[in-house]
């Protein structure tokens, strides 16, 4: 296992609430032992004006659920993560739904980790694959 502590379904369940997670819909389901999943809908807050999810959307969930992840990894008590790098590639389109997001570590370092977050329709069809890198910075005393 991956995560720093104990970490479970429930305790995923409030996170991002009153940020831009929470204004997306994106909703934290499910946690293994390398892997972390989130939902968001596809509706008007996540559409482009062509009624398709919009390619931005898609990049605020990849790095909502790379940037928890590696939260999830340090001891938040003594680092914080910060997303330095994030790229994109758009395969499919959707237009409505729920697409779902499942991020896994490709490195996990003392200063920065990398990860690959896949992106999926409700039939499992790839939408989009991302690779977020974070930096992990000590806290300051």
């Not at 293994?32 to 605020?60: C, E, F, W």
Request: glycine share 8%; aromatic share 6%.
């Amino acid at each position: 296992m991956i995560w720093y502590g104990t970490i479970d379904h429930k305790s995923i369940k409030g996170m991002g609430e009153n940020n831009l997670s929470a204004h997306l819909g994106i909703e934290f389901t499910e946690i293994g032992d390398n892997y972390i999943k989130a939902t968001m809908p596809v509706d008007h807050r996540t559409k482009q004006p062509y009624g398709l999810l919009h390619g931005g959307a898609s990049v605020a969930l990849a790095e909502t659920v790379g940037s928890y992840a590696s939260h999830l990894v340090v001891d938040a008590a003594k680092f914080q993560t910060v997303g330095i790098e994030i790229n994109a590639n758009h395969i499919r389109k959707v237009n409505s739904g729920i697409v779902t997001a499942c991020a896994k570590p490709i490195h996990l370092g003392k200063t920065t980790h990398v990860w690959s977050i896949e992106i999926t329709d409700e039939s499992s069809n790839l939408v989009c694959i991302s690779r977020l890198t974070v930096a992990v910075i000590p806290k300051k005393d």
